[in-house]
């Protein structure tokens, strides 16, 4: 008898909640669990704004976060308005507050007009924000420790086309034109990635790996906008057909004051007991003891007399299939046909047609004889 033992390790994961943000931090990822996805060509949007309600859109799914877990919204003011709206009827009343058009989109300093206002209607502490990439590089680790905070907010990044030509030592010099831009939504930030909410009704992800290390502009002299500064960023995703560059400009949005005070350890109960209790009984009697007398009996018993004798008597009626069409063809489908052919055509006519001669001779008084 064989014994076996068996060890099971309980993982605990600590993970802490950013009070009234919406926040969910562990060791290595913050995330805006109750973010929601919208779409900024939505029917009652799309007819006001056109095609550039992004950031109205992208700051709309920051707020629907904050609005999941804080509640001391003022009443009757700007921010309460919002709360009383679903998400594009609020993205409505945001657009119209950011001076948002559908010629020109939306100014970024009107966005953070917009989120400071919004700050007000809560009773708790809470700020709007506007950070440029020179100001504080938009990078994951950063944007990570930016959520720790209680910060949430959007990603305002533009397409550049760049120009690049050599200088005489040799080395290549850029230059950069704007031409588009584009506001998404953090979701959520790592050490190494950030997860992207598209306005455009889209989900990716993004490293921000820099522009200087980039295949084409290695080595290069890069000048860029002042807001962008040295270490510029550039998204994974590339929405134009120019061979444009997107690279991230500013990260606005709403930051709550409040730290991390509650530590939840949500994921420790959970994977303990199912873990300890149901793969220890489970798999150790059932995969024992079933298929020992199961496959034994039926498998060897039942195929050994029963599939022998069916297979010997039932191949010998076949024979009375063989037997039974071979009269139908022979005797009265072939003779029957043939013998009235030949009668009229050889026997009857010799005798009768002789005796109407020997007939025909007579009544005219004439001997008629065979030769």
């Given at each position: 008898m064989k014994l076996t033992t068996t060890t099971v390790f309980a993982i605990t994961v600590l993970t802490?909640?950013?009070?009234?943000?919406?926040?969910?931090?562990?060791?290595?990822?913050?995330?805006?669990?109750?973010?929601?996805?919208?779409?900024?060509?939505?029917?009652?949007?799309?007819?006001?704004?056109?095609?550039?309600?992004?950031?109205?859109?992208?700051?709309?799914?920051?707020?629907?976060?904050?609005?999941?877990?804080?509640?001391?919204?003022?009443?009757?003011?700007?921010?309460?308005?919002?709360?009383?709206?679903?998400?594009?009827?609020?993205?409505?009343?945001?657009?119209?507050?950011?001076?948002?058009?559908?010629q020109n989109g939306t100014y970024v300093n009107d966005a953070q007009k917009t989120f400071t206002k919004i700050a007000q209607g809560f009773s708790g502490g809470a700020s709007g924000f506007n950070v440029t990439n020179a100001k504080r590089t938009i990078s994951p680790a950063n944007l990570m420790e930016d959520m720790k905070s209680g910060m949430v907010g959007s990603l305002l990044f533009a397409s550049y086309i760049p120009k690049c030509s050599s200088m005489a030592s040799g080395r290549k010099s850029c230059s950069f034109t704007r031409q588009y831009g584009h506001s998404v939504a953090v979701q959520a930030a790592s050490g190494s990635?950030?997860?992207?909410?598209?306005?455009?009704?889209?989900?990716?992800?993004?490293?921000?790996?820099?522009?200087?290390?980039?295949?084409?502009?290695?080595?290069?002299?890069?000048?860029?906008?002042?807001?962008?500064?040295?270490?510029?960023?550039?998204?994974?995703?590339?929405?134009?057909?120019?061979?444009?560059?997107?690279?991230?400009?500013?990260f606005y949005g709403i930051k709550i004051a409040a730290a991390s005070s509650p530590v939840v350890v949500q994921p420790s109960p959970t994977p303990t007991t199912p873990v300890v209790v149901q793969p220890s009984p489970t798999p150790t009697t059932p995969v024992v003891v079933q298929p020992s007398p199961t496959p034994t009996?039926?498998?060897?018993?039942?195929?050994?007399?029963?599939?022998?004798?069916?297979?010997?008597?039932?191949?010998?009626?076949?024979?009375?299939?063989?037997?039974?069409?071979?009269?139908?063809?022979?005797?009265p489908v072939v003779e029957q046909p043939t013998r009235p052919t030949r009668p009229v055509v050889t026997q009857p006519p010799k005798s009768q047609i002789w005796q109407q001669w020997v007939k025909y001779f007579k009544a005219k008084g004439k001997y008629a004889s065979r030769r």
């Open positions: 802490s909640h950013i009070a009234n943000a919406g926040i969910t931090c562990s060791a290595t990822e913050c995330k805006a669990e109750t973010m929601p996805l919208l779409d900024q060509m939505e029917s009652s949007v799309r007819s006001k704004f056109g095609s550039m309600a992004c950031v109205p859109t992208s700051s709309m799914m920051v707020m629907e976060s904050v609005f999941s877990d804080k509640k001391d919204i003022v009443a009757g003011s700007f921010t309460d308005s919002i709360y009383q709206q679903n998400s594009y009827g609020a993205i409505l009343l945001m657009g119209n507050d950011m001076k948002t058009t559908s990635s950030v997860q992207i909410f598209d306005p455009s009704d889209d989900k990716w992800t993004s490293s921000l790996s820099k522009l200087s290390e980039d295949s084409g502009f290695v080595d290069a002299t890069l000048s860029l906008a002042s807001h962008i500064g040295s270490d510029a960023r550039i998204l994974a995703k590339n929405y134009y057909t120019q061979g444009e560059v997107d690279l991230a400009e500013y009996t039926p498998v060897v018993v039942q195929p050994s007399p029963t599939p022998k004798p069916p297979v010997v008597v039932q191949p010998t009626p076949k024979p009375p299939v063989v037997v039974q069409p071979t009269p139908k063809p022979t005797v």
